[in-house]
């Protein structure tokens, strides 16, 4: 993908600073040939604080998105705004990648129940995700296992 289209994200967020969230986009920024936009603004809460106010704020976010990341991390310490943000993806036909918690097999019910795909903590499979669910991309790509012998 050019630079020219980058995809459109949205990564969960609850205005709060989360290693999770950071860390994401240490693995989107490692990924080769792969441009981005992020549409998430967890730096900028809404100026209404109001469930309305709330929101019409991660509408504006997420509807533009080509995809939308759920971090599993969050889910429990802010399942309430996480919960919104799924159904507001749903409700503008955005897929949902979900993120496994860091160093965790288990990913939240509620994740689990709407996500298209969950994926790991790998840049690769992140992705791909990316590229498959925004823009129908297969990657096409191949484990590579060496063996030492």
Request: proline share 6%; net charge negative.
């Amino acid at each position: 993908m050019s630079k020219d289209q980058p995809y459109r994200i949205f990564v969960s967020h609850a205005w709060h600073p989360h290693d999770d969230y950071t860390r994401l986009f240490e693995y989107l920024g490692d990924a080769k040939d792969f441009f981005y936009v992020n549409l998430s603004t967890p730096d900028v809460p809404p100026t209404d604080a109001s469930r309305m106010g709330i929101e019409a704020a991660l509408a504006r976010q997420i509807g533009p998105a080509e995809v939308v990341i759920v971090l599993g991390g969050l889910y429990d310490a802010h399942k309430d705004v996480i919960e919104l943000q799924m159904a507001l993806a749903k409700k503008h036909g955005k897929p949902i990648i979900g993120l496994r918690p860091s160093g965790s097999q288990v990913i939240p019910k509620g994740i689990e129940q709407r996500a298209s795909e969950i994926v790991v903590w790998s840049e690769r499979t992140i992705v791909d995700a990316i590229k498959l669910l925004a823009r129908g991309e297969q990657t096409n790509r191949f484990e590579v296992i060496d063996f030492d012998g």
